[in-house]
């Protein structure tokens, strides 16, 4: 049997992914070409997600390919999947797939080669009214510390060098938010001596004073800041329950700012055609944006999803206002981003050397904050080197090493 697998959503679905991989022999593990196995592990998070996770399930079929087919969209509508798409194979868990000859004892399989994502935790305790996480994936539940850092020696063991932490609320670690767990699992990740370790997904409410300060001192950990805010407007954030007003954002990043040894970079995320979003409302957030308080910005239309607090909500704003005001964040985000790489020219910035020919600075992020590209060919890659900023390009950057 020659498996492929495809993988849609998250850095959290990867690590799903990469652990399904480790139940089967490498030699069974095939392009997608020569496979006559596909497993795809799916997103059902927002319409536009599902949309495109059933396409693959379709022409994977289509492709005369056996389909074996997981993850959140499964996990959200198994019934109705295993109802309308009878040629496929839905499964929550690999152990119980049957007539497919498994490995007794997995080994996570590493899809990239110089960044690996770890999964401290599954599920959400939190009651976001926009959001089905909850109800897909269920409840906060997190791992030890001591199997993260088995897997994390396992991990540098590969010639990982940069050591990414996700989960759906990253800071909610061990679920006692009293933020000394997540402490305590850094301090035990940086005796493995990554070069990089970046956190991802900082719910507002749980960055702490105490955790801005141990980044701002740490050898390892990078001053990246991924805060997901969803919204500016007390009006919006309110209905969409995140617990915190536009004042305790402001204070948020006053005290970020205050690092004494590392300049911060900020990411963050907004949702545009909330149902309760009045035209003010956005334009409160593009003045927001236009601060320029962020260096990445990414933007989502907002998407009903049944199940949610949000559902019951009409959802007024029509489809194309939703991607107007879309593509008028997107376009001013992408702004500010080249805005600030230009900024950076003629600077010196830390790389991590991915291929010969490309690299991440230590404020990109892995697939989503664009890259660096190396103006001579690197003998060497996998390696962190100082590099000279010599050109914006878009929203990437030319640099010489």
Known sequence: MKINFINLGCPKNLVDSENIMGFFKKENISSYHKADTVVINTCGFIEQAKRESIEEILKAINDGKKVLVTGCLVYRYKEELQKEIPEALFFENIKDLEGIELLQTSKRQITTKHYAYLKIAEGCNRKCSF???PNIRGNHRSKSIEELVKEATYLKEKGVKELVIVSQD??????DNSFKSIIK???ALEKLDFPWIRLMYLYPNSISKDLIDYIDNS????????IPLQHISDNVLKNMRRGYTKKDVFRLLEQINAMKHKKPILRSSFIVGYPTEEQKDFEELLDFINQKHFHFVGVFEYSHEEGTYAYQFEDKIPKEE????????????????EEKNSALVGQEIDILIEKKDRARAFFQAPEIDGIAILESPSPKTGIIKKAKVIASIGTDLLVDI
Do not use: G, H, M, W
């Not at 990253?170 to 679920?175: H, W």
């Open 131 to 133: 959001c089905a996480i």
């Open 170 to 175: 990253t800071l909610y670690y061990q679920e």
């Open 185 to 187: 699992l850094l301090e």
């Open 219 to 226: 050898k390892s950990v990078l001053p990246y800041f991924d």
């Open 322 to 337: 939703k991607q107007r005001r879309y593509k008028e964040v997107f376009n001013l985000s992408q702004n500010i981003l």
